[in-house]
């Protein structure tokens, strides 16, 4: 218990010195308002057809579309680029705990934020939705029609797409709601820890510059037409759907497995981790 309250005390201090940085500022704000240029063409589209939406399906229309996550991803990469995290409460810390557990409360603090972001990215867009939408589980009718665009007129009118047929046919809105917010939720965690553990073990900024070049490789696999393999595919769900159902257990096993053996390598390491030297990098 005493140990719990150690790792939630060490959050709570940090998730006030990070918020009061402008750079987590701009981050987080960027992670609100750079979804409302696909937000307002989704609703323009609505108000065309003439029909109310789900308030649900904004978000789950705006996080479909790849260049939306693309950019979405790198508001979420300044808020966790000062990774380690070290200040000048660190020294204290460690003097308190051990490194193992530091490093575990590190991880608990990405966990935090990216649930905060990820708030941050959904709520505004179910909010905004509300004069044009309803409450439940059904999809409605804008969204249906927009799944059959398979000429993307609508799309190229609009300037928004949603080809995600079999989702909306293996699930109701809500379920692929939480399931979005869950794959998303999970690419940030993974996301972050790839910045934080390179960042960590590496120094500098290679753990900012190696999660970058995994994050925009996705653009590139998709280009390719490989996006089951592009880990940025993982954050939507509906990238594993097909007539055969939704198969979500796959990115989620994926960027589970893999955020945990990046926790494994970090604790392997954190003992050979100069804390002094990283104190000095970050003032």
Known sequence: MRKLQSILQITKNLLLYEWSDKRVIMGFLAGVTVPFYWLKNFLDYVAAVGEPVNILEAFLVVEHEYKSVMFLVLGWFLIVSDAPFVNGNTYYSLCRTKKRSWNL??????????????????????????????????????????????????????????????????????????????????????????????????????????????????LGMRFLGQIRFALMGYASPGNFADAGGIHLVRPVAVMVVLAAALVAIQCCLIDKVDFKEQMHVHE
């Not at 439940?136 to 927009?146: A, T």
């Not at 979005?180 to 900024?205: A, E, M, P, R």
Request: aromatic share 14%; proline share 3%.
């Open 105 to 218: 409360t590190m991880v608990f603090y990405i966990l935090v934020q990216a649930a905060l972001y990820t708030a941050g990215v959904a709520l505004p867009m179910v909010m905004a939705s509300l004069p044009w939408g309803f409450v439940g589980k059904m999809w409605s009718s804008p969204v249906y029609l927009l799944s059959q665009d398979f000429t993307l007129s609508r799309s190229e009118e609009y300037g928004i797409r949603f080809l995600q047929r079999d989702m909306m046919r293996s699930m109701n809105v809500l379920q692929a709601f939480l399931a979005t917010v869950l794959c998303f939720f999970l690419y940030l965690v993974l996301t972050g820890l790839i910045l934080y553990t390179g960042n960590l073990l590496l120094g500098g900024i290679w753990g900012l510059a190696i999660a970058f070049v995994v994050h925009v490789g996705g």
